[in-house]
């Protein structure tokens, strides 16, 4: 069993940046690929981006590609999203979710095993 726990988000100005952390318990944290996923008002969940349990390889979601990277620090049991050049089109709900299964098809919710209970980012333009 794995708790995960966002926290970071805020309004922020368009053009801005914020960076989202997602805490994990348990000691095997390690073994999990971690994702970014968000939900705006009334739109369906968004896949934004994966780090892979092992390499530390990661792939985005076309709509934040070149601007949201992600990271992890395995020893705080913690992944991080860096979040630049923001839009009001950002504006969401933003979830972490944990991974068993292989690192390919990640950026489908159903492959996820755990979740956390989401932070909110507002964009102003």
């Known amino acids: 069993q794995v708790q995960l726990e966002e926290s970071g988000g805020g309004l922020v100005q368009a053009g801005g940046s914020l960076r989202l952390s997602c805490a994990a318990s348990?000691?095997?944290?390690?073994?999990?690929?971690m994702g970014w996923f968000r939900q705006a008002p009334g739109k369906e969940r968004e896949f934004v981006g994966v780090i892979s349990r092992s390499t530390g390889g990661t792939y985005f979601g076309d709509s934040v590609k070149g601007r949201f990277t992600i990271s992890r620090d395995n020893a705080k049991n913690t992944v991080y999203l860096q979040m630049n050049s923001l839009k009001p089109e950002d504006t969401g709900v933003y979830y972490c979710?944990?991974?068993?299964?292989?690192?390919?098809?990640?950026?489908?919710?159903?492959?996820?095993?755990?979740w956390g209970q989401g932070t909110q980012v507002t964009v102003s333009s």
């Open positions: 979710a944990a991974a068993t299964s292989g690192f390919a098809g990640l950026s489908l919710g159903s492959r996820y095993d755990y």
């Open positions: 348990g000691r095997t944290f390690s073994s999990y690929s």
